[in-house]
Nanobody, 129 residues
Framework: RVQLVESGGGSVQAGGSLRLSCVAS????????MGWFRQAPEKEREGVSV????????YYTDSVKGRFTISKDSAKNTLYLQMNSLKPEDTAMYYC??????????????????????WGQGTQVTVSS
């Protein structure tokens, strides 16, 4: 069965960096689109960044462009999110997600959480000012 396990969250001061990791298992690595989503208290879950199945195309929400970088390591079946210049408003629970059908539906780049079926348990990121 598909499993996604995130790690790498923590507490940092504004301007700091973190790298989130998501180890995936249970599916053919290069056939799924994957992404990072986040949810702050009392807010809806929002898409942060997504990457297509071959890892060649990425999309970011406007608020993280130029600061966050999504990437995949096929040898390790791991998805990453490098987060630099962190801001207090980046504070949230960060989730890794994966889906097969969204990759071929044309909607994978829209950063919509309901397009993704498989989810990890989340890792908390807290940025203090």
């Amino acid at each position: 069965r598909v499993q996604l396990v995130e790690s790498g969250g923590g507490s940092v001061q504004a301007g700091g960096s973190l790298r989130l990791s998501c180890v995936a298992s249970g599916f053919i690595w290069n056939t799924y689109c994957m992404g990072w989503f986040r949810q702050a208290p009392e807010k809806e879950r929002e898409g942060v960044s997504v990457i297509n199945n071959d890892g060649l195309t990425t999309y970011y929400t406007d608020s993280v462009k130029g600061r966050f970088t999504i990437s995949k390591d096929s040898a390790k079946n791991t998805l990453y999110l490098q987060m630099n210049s962190l801001k207090p408003e980046d504070t949230a629970m960060y989730y890794c997600a994966a889906d097969f059908r969204v990759c071929y539906s044309g909607s994978w780049s829209l950063l919509r959480s309901h397009d993704y079926y498989y989810w990890g348990q989340g890792t908390q990121v807290t940025v203090s000012s």
